[in-house]
């Protein structure tokens, strides 16, 4: 797969988006979207889930508007809070009367665009729906914030990402107690897809007055106890809720999924993707409300520059690789067991191929590219990523050599010129290939055949050194028994 395809614009469009006529009533159109989900809401005497948050199945956070075969207007979930909040009656009115008219999209063309034109396109106009239409103008489907996300699927990548980098510190809350209207004018006033709900808790802290001596003070903390969407604000309309009356604690999803401010955003993904939500509620160990953190933050942590740089760096690697599995393989053609050795990581670097166009994992693929050796360092020379094949040679994994300086693992007395191959890197000066041995997690030595690359970001300066080795020990005692004297 090329580095274009791992970004396609074409693959994170959804075809198949809610579509209605200009003359249909906001009734029936809420009725479409929340049609195919549910939710685990009190008043609702129909739903016979138990999950406490909503599960997404056939439903749509939008509708396109077509007429004549023309896109004339789009209604999302956010339209819908914003009517509710301004007062407006939703029965007998049409589509038409309400729709957004002034329609941002994007158009395909054989330029090729790639995913990012999208994001950078949702993000400058600050809208989460944008509308793809072909060379004709004609509708081809919809892509949003959620289907760009689960397109570039960037679970290693984002490891390296703190919540606290990209989190929303700024959060719109209410008491438990609030209605559900005020709720909703809350949404509306700040332009927010949804409110956390608190509960407000004193605690006393402890401040230096003028001659050193401390005082106790009580402050407020705030608790997230639940959560209010816009999308939940559609099932609510959908029910015919006395929205005045009805307090946000009687309907709000319960228990939240907290994360805190000093997880990767690799974790917000995965735990995401498994409860399938589009926001998650950051807290302190104390539980305390630090922020809130939406599919909108992941897809700006990514730099579409430094992920295509990547891209073309592991393809240049597995040329790399291959080239030098045939150079091995037409070497020891006498010798069987290096023969079989060879064929044995051709057919692995085919699975592992296979893998990179199935999973579309960045990271991933630079550890799992091969059976060579693969580790990559920071600036300090510490492990940030450490493959299969080094677990394999050495007996290591990789949360056990994590953030651990590479120079740990090699015999003592060949650390000094490790080290001076590491600078001479970090000065752009790459050394052709290089030996070390490696001490197993047995005790036992591995004799290593390095050969390394620099990802430099635009001032020139390293960034990261990607090493990829080979393991010559058995080689290495091959040789060492050729030539010993028959006896």
């Given amino acids: 797969m090329s580095v274009n395809q791992w970004f396609s614009l074409e693959k994170a469009i959804e075809r198949e988006p809610l579509i209605v006529t200009p003359d249909i009533t906001i009734v029936e159109v809420i009725g479409l979207m929340s049609q195919g989900w549910v939710r685990?809401?009190?008043?609702?005497?129909?739903?016979?889930?138990?999950?406490?948050?909503?599960?997404?199945?056939?439903?749509?956070?939008?509708a396109v508007v077509v007429h004549d075969g023309l896109l004339v207007g789009i209604f999302t979930e956010r339209d819908v809070v914003r009517l509710i909040a301004a007062g407006r009656t939703l029965q007998g009115i049409t589509i038409a009367e309400v729709m957004s008219r002034e329609l941002v999209t994007l158009k395909t063309d054989r330029t090729n665009q790639d995913i990012f034109a999208a994001r950078n396109l949702m993000h400058q106009h600050g809208i989460r729906h944008l509308p793809i239409m072909d060379e004709c103008d004609q509708l081809l489907g919809i892509i949003s914030s959620e289907g760009i996300r689960r397109q570039i699927r960037p679970?290693?990548?984002l490891r390296f990402c703190k919540v606290a980098e990209v989190?929303?510190?700024?959060?719109?809350?209410?008491?438990?107690?609030?209605?559900?209207?005020?709720?909703?004018?809350?949404?509306?006033?700040?332009?927010?897809?949804?409110?956390?709900?608190?509960?407000?808790?004193?605690?006393?802290?402890?401040?230096?007055?003028?001659?050193?001596?401390?005082?106790?003070?009580?402050?407020?903390?705030?608790?997230?106890?639940?959560?209010?969407?816009?999308?939940?604000?559609?099932?609510?309309?959908?029910?015919?809720?006395?929205?005045?009356?009805?307090?946000?604690?009687?309907v709000m999803s319960a228990p939240l999924f907290l994360i805190n401010p000093e997880d990767s955003l690799w974790a917000v993904q995965s735990l995401m993707d498994y409860h399938k939500v589009r926001r998650l509620v950051v807290a302190s160990s104390q539980a305390e409300l630090r922020g809130i953190?939406?599919?909108?933050?992941?897809?700006?942590?990514?730099?579409?520059?430094?992920?295509?740089?990547?891209?073309?760096?592991?393809?240049?690697?597995?040329?790399?690789?291959?080239?030098?599995?045939?150079k091995l393989s037409e070497s020891y053609t006498t010798q069987s067991q290096l023969y079989q050795q060879t064929q044995k990581a051709l057919e692995e670097s085919h699975k592992v191929e296979k893998s990179l166009r199935k999973e579309n994992n960045l990271i991933s693929t630079i550890l799992d590219v091969a059976a060579a050796l693969i580790v990559v360092l920071?600036?300090?020379?510490?492990?940030?990523?450490?493959?299969?094949?080094?677990?394999?040679?050495?007996?290591?994994?990789?949360?056990?050599?994590?953030?651990?300086?590479?120079?740990?693992?090699?015999?003592?007395?060949?650390?000094?010129?490790?080290?001076?191959?590491?600078?001479?890197?970090?000065r752009g000066e790459f050394p052709i290939q290089y030996d070390n041995h490696w001490i197993a997690k047995d005790g036992s030595l591995r004799l290593i055949t390095w050969s390394n690359t620099c990802l430099i970001?635009?001032?020139?300066?390293?960034?990261?050194?990607?090493?990829?080795?080979?393991?010559?020990?058995?080689?290495?005692?091959?040789?060492?028994?050729?030539?010993?004297?028959?006896?």
């Avoid at 609702?44 to 439903?59: A, E, G, I, Q």
């Avoid at 510490?382 to 007996?395: P, T, Y």
């Avoid at 949360?399 to 001076?420: A, G, N, R």
Wanted: aromatic share 4%; proline share 3%; glycine share 2%.
């Fill in 40 to 62: 685990n809401c009190p008043l609702d005497n129909d739903n016979s889930t138990d999950d406490n948050f909503p599960v997404r199945k056939h439903s749509s956070s939008c």
């Fill in 155 to 157: 679970t290693q990548w």
């Fill in 167 to 250: 989190m929303n510190s700024q959060v719109v809350h209410a008491p438990l107690t609030v209605s559900l209207m005020n709720v909703i004018k809350l949404m509306a006033n700040h332009h927010v897809s949804c409110v956390v709900l608190v509960q407000k808790v004193k605690e006393r802290v402890q401040k230096l007055t003028g001659n050193e001596e401390s005082s106790d003070t009580e402050a407020c903390a705030l608790l997230p106890i639940g959560i209010i969407t816009e999308r939940d604000i559609l099932q609510f309309q959908r029910l015919e809720l006395n929205l005045e009356f009805i307090q946000a604690q009687a």
């Fill in 293 to 326: 953190i939406t599919q909108t933050s992941l897809l700006q942590a990514l730099d579409p520059t430094e992920m295509y740089e990547v891209l073309e760096l592991l393809e240049q690697k597995v040329e790399e690789l291959e080239t030098e599995k045939r």
């Fill in 378 to 426: 920071d600036k300090e020379g510490k492990i940030l990523s450490f493959n299969q094949a080094c677990e394999i040679a050495i007996g290591y994994s990789f949360e056990e050599v994590e953030s651990k300086q590479v120079w740990d693992l090699i015999v003592p007395e060949e650390i000094e010129t490790t080290i001076e191959v590491f600078e001479q890197l970090q």
């Fill in 457 to 487: 970001d635009n001032d020139g300066s390293v960034n990261y050194i990607i090493a990829t080795g080979i393991d010559i020990t058995r080689e290495s005692k091959l040789r060492l028994s050729s030539c010993a004297p028959n006896i």
